[in-house]
């Protein structure tokens, strides 16, 4: 006998149960990468104990088992979390909590909390991620606890599970329809339509302090960072430069914002000059837990990102006054040529040539052997600018994912003994040797690049596009924006060619089976996972109420959506209402429960009459199933007899009414009506080979 022969012969509730657990495993599993690894097993275990206790028929564990556990568990959680509140420490003791309920279902009520435990388990999926794969994976997730749901309701025997799988799709075919109508209508009201986030959430992507080597890993993350979609012509490769955090002060090893040691007004103030058409864009920002905005260089005007505070520090860099922790979309405006900064020396400057004293001596010294040269004695900022950058390209140096592990003088390191490194080592070391020539410079980090999609039209700016550039203050010029990068791997600044790791075995096949394949799928995929975001995760307040001035309201706000959908739901149930009264006024109520239990025999597998009365039916049943008191079937045969016995009260009703007397018989009548939702039909019988 195999497996599946094994299953089929379980008892009803061994196949339940096992089913239920399956069900249970499927949503708590897309969670294992968020839970404690002691969670993971843990929960895994139980399903598996609990399993077994199932098909073994033996006897649940004790509550002060239970209740040991429990408590282990709850202690566990505190020391993972360091608190049980918040977003981690919850979704963990929630799924404990789910494995554990499975050990104590002896009841009806003990199944009910165990399902609303497995919805509200499966809702926090989306506390992780709101992709659209998560939501499919949920969706197989809902149909599989509803087919729980609905089997648990079931009449004793044997209902096949298909035909449980299939009531609880129409149901939730039936609820879809309300569940669209409170998507698009139901007022966001902020914070209300949040995604609960944990502050020390980590989350990938560039940070506001940079160590050499950071953003060589990011390189290898292909993850999606933003999108961007351009109203016009987008411009061109070598101009994509998504400004980020810029980092003035350098400790030795980090690279952090500035910290002045001079007074407010005598540092630098945000000072921007436009020139030319501009760049008009919209972004689509995946959850960074940061605060800044990476707009292409340089933007003059805050983008328009609603429930945000949005301002320019006097780097140029735009920040939100809170980090943003879910996907977010907004308008911006920039333009390509623009000039930033004091066009004359001020003392803020000073603030850009400060170097840690005892790092980097060989730098240090490079620099000033550049002066002691009679050519450069005197040399302003753009030429020795043009001789570092010519000694970047003719000095031999490389562009790589794996430089090794740096030491204490990075920057020595890279002149001197590597020669080789990513974009941070090299905008890093040319940005210390431009302030050992004291000259004014900062490293801004941001993403260069991005690459359309050619099914949809975004361009996708990914994580493994982050980048380190180096700005440096020219007089007349002000901060003009120099990256070393393009010195020593001039495709990566200009036509975006990736350092890509070796791709995988899947990667590979596919590649082998048709070049192109793999690109292609994947662009496919990521338009059709861009359209969920636009038009599911980004359905914001602002676009209903766009909806709503489309249908007419001038001035519409979250009042109006309220109203506009109370208004909705008692017109559709006055609709329902008017609708169910005609249908019990269109036909005879007792024709209706006589066609009702013919059609319910017909699908049993009984022939029946179109015009059979009910005598006739009561005896087709008879003949069919007949009435074995004995063995195993002695509940079908009790079923079937009062099935019989109600059609003979069915025809007695109409044909040989006990009285005359009207309220009394619609009191019957109504009697015939419950009883009917209360019999217990025969099942098909299976097919035989």
């Given amino acids: 006998m195999n497996v599946l022969d094994r299953l089929q012969h379980l008892p009803r509730d061994t196949r339940d149960t096992l089913f239920l657990l399956c069900v249970i495993a499927w949503i708590t599993l897309p969670q294992v990468n968020h839970l404690p690894l002691w969670c993971s097993v843990m929960t895994a275990l139980v399903l598996v104990w609990r399993g077994w206790i199932a098909v073994r028929g033996g006897t649940l564990p004790s509550r002060w088992l239970l209740l040991l556990m ?50 509200f388990t499966l809702l926090s999926n989306f506390f992780f991620s709101q992709s659209l794969l998560t939501a499919f994976a949920m969706v197989i997730g809902l149909l599989g606890l509803l087919t729980a749901l609905v089997n648990h309701h079931m009449p004793v025997g044997r209902p096949p599970l298909a035909l449980a799988a299939r009531t609880a799709a129409g149901m939730a075919l039936l609820g879809a329809p309300i569940m669209v109508v409170l998507f698009v209508l139901f007022p966001r009201i902020a914070p209300l339509w949040g995604m609960p986030g944990d502050g020390g959430a980590g989350h990938t992507g560039l940070s506001n302090s940079m160590r050499v080597g950071s953003i060589a890993n990011l390189a290898l993350d292909d993850s999606i960072a933003m999108r961007i979609r351009f109203e016009g012509k987008p411009p061109a490769q070598r101009d994509l430069y998504f400004r980020g955090p810029v980092l003035s002060t350098f400790d030795g090893r980090d690279w952090k914002p500035l910290r002045s040691g001079f007074p407010a007004h005598m540092q630098l103030a945000d000072r921007l000059e436009v ?63 623009f000039r930033h900064g004091p066009m004359k020396e001020e003392l803020g400057l000073q603030d850009l040539v400060e170097l840690p004293p005892g790092f980097n001596p060989r730098t240090l010294q490079l620099a000033q052997d550049i002066r002691r040269d009679p050519r450069y004695a005197r040399a302003n900022a753009p030429a020795l600018v043009e001789v570092v950058m010519d000694k970047l390209r003719t000095g031999g140096y490389t562009y790589t994912l794996d430089p090794g592990v740096f030491g204490t003088h990075t920057a020595d390191e890279f002149w001197f ?31 260069q690049g991005g690459e359309p999609n050619a099914v949809d039209g975004f361009w996708t700016v990914r994580q493994s596009d982050a980048h380190a550039w180096a700005e440096v203050w020219m007089a007349g010029r002000g901060w003009v924006r120099v990256d070393p990068t393009s010195a020593v791997a001039p495709g990566r600044t200009g036509s975006l060619q990736r350092l890509v790791p070796v791709p995988g075995l899947v ?49 519409p706000g979250w009042e109006d959506l309220s109203y506009l959908l109370i208004g909705l739901i008692v017109l559709v149930s006055l609709a329902g209402a008017a609708w169910t009264q005609w249908e019990r006024m269109r036909q005879d109520p007792w024709l209706r429960l006589l066609h009702g239990a013919a059609h319910r025999l017909e699908q049993a597998g009984l022939v029946v009459d179109a015009n059979a009365a009910p005598r006739q039916l009561a005896m087709a049943l008879r003949k069919q199933w007949g009435f074995d008191p004995s063995g195993a079937s002695r509940q079908a045969s009790a079923d079937i007899r009062q099935l019989h016995d109600w059609l003979l009260r069915l025809e007695a009703w109409r044909y040989a009414p006990a ?11 109504g009697t015939l009506q419950r009883q009917y939702r209360q019999l217990h039909w025969p099942q098909r019988a299976p097919k035989t080979p």
């Fill in 507 to 555: 990667a590979q096949a596919l590649n082998t089976l048709s070049p192109g394949f793999e690109v292609n799928l994947r662009a496919l995929w990521e338009a059709t996972n861009n359209r969920w975001n636009q038009w599911v995760l980004n359905y914001s307040q602002a676009r209903q109420l766009d909806l709503l001035r489309n249908i007419g309201f001038e001035s």
């Fill in 275 to 337: 020139r030319g058409d501009p760049v008009r864009y919209e972004v689509t920002l995946e959850g960074s837990n940061q605060a800044w905005l990476p707009l292409l260089d340089a933007a003059p005007k805050a983008p328009a990102l609603p429930g945000y505070g949005v301002h320019m520090q006097a780097d140029l860099q735009w920040t939100a006054d809170r980090p943003m922790v879910d996907l977010v979309r907004f308008k911006a405006e920039s333009y390509t040529t």
């Fill in 70 to 119: 429990l408590l282990a568990a709850s202690g566990a959680t505190f020391y993972s979390h360091r608190t049980l509140m918040g977003r981690d420490a919850g979704v963990t003791f929630i799924v404990v909590l789910l494995a554990l309920k499975t050990l104590e279902m002896h009841a009806r009520r003990d199944a009910f909390v165990v399902f609303f435990l497995g919805f």
């Fill in 659 to 669: 009285s005359q007397d009207a309220h009394a018989t619609r009191i019957a009548l």
């Fill in 417 to 447: 003994d590597r020669k080789q490194g990513f974009c941070e080592h090299i905008a890093s070391s040319f940005v210390l040797l431009m302030r050992a020539l004291d000259i004014p410079a900062r490293v801004v980090t941001g993403y």
